[in-house]
Nanobody
Framework: QVQLVESGGGLVQAGDSLRLSCTAS????????MAWFRQSPGKSREFVAN????????YYADSVKGRFTISRDNAKATVYLQMNSLKPEDTAVYYC???????????WGQGTQVTVSS
């Protein structure tokens, strides 16, 4: 079955960087558009960034534009989220998913926790 495994989260200070990874299995990854989402305590899950299956197009939420970069390595079936200049408000559980016209297709996995201290 299709499986997505997120990793790379941690506890960092404001201004630090982290790189999240999401590795897929059971799917033709190179044909899938991917996205990162996040959920903070008490808030709904929100979109962070996406990348089309070609890798040619990316799109970011305004809150992370200029600080986060989404990329993919189809040979490794992995999508990345490079997060720079982290802020306390970036604290959340981060999830990846396969998307179709921005709609996540799979059940959510465990995600990876990112905590940014001030």
């Amino acid at each position: 079955q299709v499986q997505l495994v997120e990793s790379g989260g941690g506890l960092v200070q404001a201004g630090d960087s982290l790189r999240l990874s999401c590795t897929a299995s059971g799917v033709t990854f190179s044909r899938m558009s991917m996205a990162w989402f996040r959920q903070s305590p008490g808030k709904s899950r929100e979109f962070v960034a996406n990348i089309m299956w070609t890798g040619e197009y990316t799109y970011y939420a305004d809150s992370v534009k200029g600080r986060f970069t989404i990329s993919r390595d189809n040979a490794k079936a992995t999508v990345y989220l490079q997060m720079n200049s982290l802020k306390p408000e970036d604290t959340a559980v981060y999830y990846c998913n396969i998307i179709d016209y921005d709609v996540p297709l799979l059940a959510w996995g465990q995600g990876t926790q990112v905590t940014v201290s001030s």
